[in-house]
């Protein structure tokens, strides 16, 4: 069989972005009891990170594939053969008034890329933005013996019939990508 | 009994009546029938319980949205109980014990919580009780026995539960089978982290078999899978009826996750004699060499819309 490539994303749309602003799902307040006197409670050793600061992790990777493939790639992106280098990271911030946001990205460098992004106000609202890609291989190296692939397939002229196909002698020289 | 006494009785009973309830360590009492001592807390709050609950799996829950201080609804807003807004009353727990004496237990909440499932699950749903779970009371988790903490930790920073790629390692702890299909080579892209067993299920419960997100496996699917909705001109009437009637729905050993290789599948309602998939003269009796027609996509060489036509001329789904 061929081994030229023919790769194929079924289905570009799935690489897809949504916009979305909803309230945050409220759940009800916290009831505390009114004879409890929280006066004294003052967390002092409450290790918040609501201070500001930005938090952040980054990753940094590197693979080889010996063989491209497309079912091993199929939604993980990997592919093709060669070296492979990925970059994935978030970052995060939130403040003692609620504001908060997150970021995050994975996968660059691969078909599978994602990026995120969602922040807002713990009570209030949130944003939420997302960029997702999701390669569906289907084959990349197939081939088939039919002639007028339109309609109606036709088997080429002295075309061997047999119980198997690896008796159909010509259908090494019949084939084509 | 005297007149006084009786008055003192009786406003004794409705000084009991008018008690809230006072966390869950009173509510556990009542549920194994004990009767329920008064409920004390902590001198200090948070800080009482940090003076010894000081690891990094405990603190955590500083960088969770349970600790936003200026979010009245949580543990941690203005005036609430911190820790024991979910632990319950901690007083005596965390009160000076005598050498040897054993410390009066704080209701925790896993696997091995001496808690009732249902308390502890009471716990979280006095305030998390919004749409999300409104089909919870009689799901399926529910009548197993599942609890809240089961699932989700709250004191992760992150839930592994509510990020998507690390969602099915929780839901696999339980639905061992569920993770064997969604590693055969044709499955959806679980493994991936491109998707997440609640993109199709509600944990929480709803009124569709398997806790389906939508009201019947083919809206499900048709979710993500919108081409195969129709209406079609040409309808393939067991793709408009039930998309496990060929596909299994985790995983298959089939491309495109059927139950079963084309013709095979199709043949178990598409017979008719004369047909190309069948054998039309002795030279094709079985044994004899196949028709070539079954090669490749097999069936679908000629009827590539197995799903539904909407061509004038599609009747037999071939365009």
């Known amino acids: ?177 | 009994m005297t007149r006084s006494a009786k008055v003192l009785r009786v406003l004794g009973l409705l000084a009991w009546l008018a008690l809230p309830a006072t966390g869950i360590a009173q509510e556990a009492a009542t549920a194994s029938g004990a009767a329920a001592p008064k409920a004390t807390y902590s001198r200090k709050g948070a800080d009482t319980c940090i003076a010894c609950h000081d690891d990094g799996k405990t603190l955590s829950i500083f960088r969770t949205p349970h600790a936003q201080r200026s979010d009245e609804r949580t543990p941690f807003g203005h005036g609430n109980l911190q820790c024991e807004a979910c632990h319950g009353a901690g007083g005596a727990h965390s009160a000076r014990i005598r050498s040897g004496q054993p410390r009066p237990p704080i209701p925790n909440f896993d696997d091995e919580s001496k808690v009732p499932v249902g308390v502890q699950n009471d716990a979280c749903l006095a305030c998390h009780k919004g749409d999300m779970r409104h089909g919870w009371t009689g799901s399926s988790h529910e009548r197993n026995g599942l609890s809240c903490a089961g699932c989700h930790s709250s004191h992760a920073t992150r839930d592994a539960v509510l990020v998507q790629a690390r969602q099915s390692e929780v839901c696999y702890g339980c639905h061992k089978q569920q993770q064997a299909e969604a590693r055969l080579p044709s499955a959806h892209p679980l493994q991936e982290g491109k998707m997440a067993c609640t993109s199709c299920h509600d944990a929480h419960g709803t009124i569709a078999d398997a806790n389906l997100r939508k009201t019947t496996l083919n809206d499900t699917c048709y979710s993500c899978h919108a081409d195969k909705r129709g209406p079609f001109l040409w309808e393939h009437a067991p793709a408009a009826e039930d998309c496990s009637s060929c596909h299994k729905p985790h995983g298959s050993t089939q491309p495109a996750l059927l139950t079963q290789r084309a013709p095979m599948l199709c043949q178990q309602c598409h017979s008719q004699a004369g047909h190309p998939s069948l054998p039309v003269s002795s030279s094709y009796v079985a044994g004899g060499p196949a028709s070539t027609y079954l090669l490749g996509g097999s069936c679908m060489n000629c009827h590539s819309q197995v799903h539904g036509s909407n061509h004038p001329s599609g009747a037999k789904l071939g365009r």
Not at chain 1, 10 to 15: C, R
Not at chain 1, 24 to 42: G, I
Not at chain 1, 94 to 115: H, I, K, N, P, Y
Not at chain 1, 143 to 152: C, K, M
Request: hydrophobic residues 35%.
């Open chain 1, 1 to 177: 069989m061929s081994q030229a490539k023919a790769k194929t994303l079924l289905n570009p749309a799935l690489a897809a972005a949504s916009v979305f602003v909803a309230a945050a799902s409220a759940p009800a307040p916290a009831a505390a009891p009114t004879d409890v006197d929280t006066s004294q409670w003052e967390c002092s050793q409450c290790p918040f990170t609501d201070d500001g600061k930005l938090a952040s992790e980054l990753e940094v990777g590197l693979g080889r594939n010996s063989d491209a493939s497309a079912k091993f790639g199929e939604y993980s992106g990997l592919d093709g053969d060669g070296v492979h280098g990925i970059v994935g990271g978030s970052w995060r911030q939130s403040r003692s008034d609620g504001l908060a946001w997150r970021a995050e990205v994975s996968d660059l460098g691969l078909d599978t890329r994602s990026l995120g992004f969602s922040g807002g106000r713990q009570g209030s609202y949130r944003l939420s933005l997302r960029y997702d890609e999701l390669p569906h291989n289907v084959f990349d190296t197939t081939a088939t013996p039919f002639e007028n692939l339109d309609s109606p397939l036709a088997l080429p002229a002295g075309w061997l019939r047999t119980g198997n196909t690896r008796t159909m002698s010509t259908l090494g020289t019949a084939s084509r990508c």
